[in-house]
């Protein structure tokens, strides 16, 4: 009995050994920072592994694009090559170069993805900046402002404790909605204080508030973008109530063709309005207002700064919705990616309205000191998206670089550097420059 018991485990344990052998490719450059000027050939090395051990044997097939645009070459690398599976690729204009490498084995392919970055900070962006931008916010604004705010704040008592009250909250917003979002308030510390506000990446939520500053003397609020509760809710009613709102296609392209109707109108409007009345407070000390977030909270980050001159500080880590017409220079938009599938008059109408919906222009209005991150293999947000926006800010400013970094929270230095700023920001620590 004990020896079937052996010969079962040790079966059991060569099983999860099969199963765990992975197959790895990866691309790299040869330059950690992957910075090139226009005047360079990057080189790029295709390595595959398999458990961990190098594969010498066969082939890989290499696909170039222009940031994910434009086809740019393709090629077979011989694995058992001398020096390697290597080459050389360069740029015309300024740019990111994105090199995907395919490995296939017993039927089934491994792909690796690489970029090179050549003088980013010389894309130029493709979004129009309309003669009327600033008219059409600032009347879309007036015309909210004329709705009742009716302000609905509700103490979450098990959510609350001996540092912070935390509440949820919504607020009147156009076309009979709402806009519903949670603050958290500083307990046992003397007013005023100074105030944080974010917006959470793409999907469902908020589920919760975001309590880590007020827990640490600032006024914290995130709003979401949806016109349903997330303050009563709880976490399954929010992910039916979103699986509801995408039944007839992902809510960011909702209403593209009409610039009152596309989505993010009312969630711009709704989440600037939460703003106002949070700077409206007696409690708010009327000095530090930092603005935070990720994925399409990065671009809210943009967006409200630009938008509200009383922000005092930006962060937006790989941020969306910059340069929805990337497309017109062979590189892949942004998310939402407005004009994917679109051709003809459709394409040009959705491309028109996008430009009043697009960080890159609301970047271009930002008077706050603001760190941005940008990750070399970003297929969601493609870095040159990211640097056409970066580029266009005028005021004290750092890009943060993930050269092997995809779409992701923890991009280079940045998340390591934001805890630092939004302190510092924020009057909670140590002073803090973009450059420090």
């Known amino acids: 009995m004990r020896r079937t018991a052996s010969l079962l485990l040790t079966a059991l344990v060569f099983s999860l050994a099969v199963v765990a052998q992975t197959v790895k490719v990866e691309v790299r450059t040869d330059r950690a920072d992957a910075l090139y000027t226009c005047r360079d050939q990057a080189s790029m090395r295709v390595s595959v592994t398999e458990d961990g051990n190098p594969v010498t044997a066969g082939t890989v097939a290499v696909v170039v694009t222009r940031d994910g645009g434009e086809r740019l070459g393709q090629r077979v690398l011989d694995l058992a090559a001398e020096g390697g599976a290597v080459f050389t690729l360069g740029l015309d204009q300024p740019g990111f170069a994105r090199v995907e490498a395919v490995f296939a084995k017993d039927g089934k392919e491994y792909r690796g993805l690489g970029a090179a970055a050549f003088e980013p900070e010389k894309i130029a962006a ?38 912070v009250d935390n509440y949820a909250i919504s607020f009147a917003n156009v076309g009979g909605t709402r806009i519903y979002g949670f603050l958290s308030v500083p307990r046992g510390r003397e007013a005023p204080f100074p105030a944080y506000v974010t917006v959470p990446g793409a999907g469902p939520g908020p589920f919760g508030p975001s309590a880590q500053w007020a827990s640490r003397g600032a006024l914290s609020l995130v709003m979401g973008v949806h016109s349903y509760d997330v303050g009563t809710l709880g976490k399954e009613g929010i992910e039916a109530a979103y699986k509801e709102l995408n039944a007839n296609g992902t809510y960011s392209h909702i209403g593209k063709g009409d610039r009152e109707a596309f989505y993010f109108y009312r969630a711009i409007l709704g989440v600037d309005r939460a703003v106002q009345w949070l700077t409206s407070r007696p409690d708010w000390d009327g000095v530090h207002l930092v603005v935070d977030g990720s994925s399409q909270g990065g671009a809210f980050a943009l967006i409200m700064a630009g938008l509200n001159p009383k922000f005092t500080a930006a962060a937006a880590n790989v941020p969306a919705m910059c340069e929805h017409t990337a497309g017109r220079a062979q590189r892949q938009p942004g998310w939402p990616n407005l004009a994917n599938r679109l051709d003809g008059q459709e394409l040009e109408q959705v491309l028109t309205m996008s430009a009043y919906f697009d960080a890159v222009n609301f970047a ?40 092997l970094d995809g779409h992701a929270w923890q991009v280079g230095e940045f998340r390591a550097f934001n805890e630092q700023w939004v302190a510092g920001r924020l009057g909670l620590g140590q002073p803090c420059e973009p450059g420090d």
Not at 137 to 153: G, K, M, N, S, Y
Not at 365 to 382: E, L, Q, Y
Request: hydrophobic share 35%.
């Open 126 to 163: 493709t979004t129009v900046n309309p003669e009327d931008f600033d008219r059409f916010w600032r009347t879309a604004r007036a015309q909210l402002a004329e709705i009742p705010l009716d302000v609905q704040l509700t103490r979450l008592d098990q959510l609350s404790g001996v540092n």
């Open 364 to 403: 271009r209005r930002i008077k706050c000191p603001t760190i941005v991150s940008a990750g070399f293999i970003d297929r969601t947000c493609p870095p040159g998206t990211v640097y056409a926006a970066y580029n266009q800010i005028q005021a004290p400013k750092r890009m943060f670089n993930g050269p």
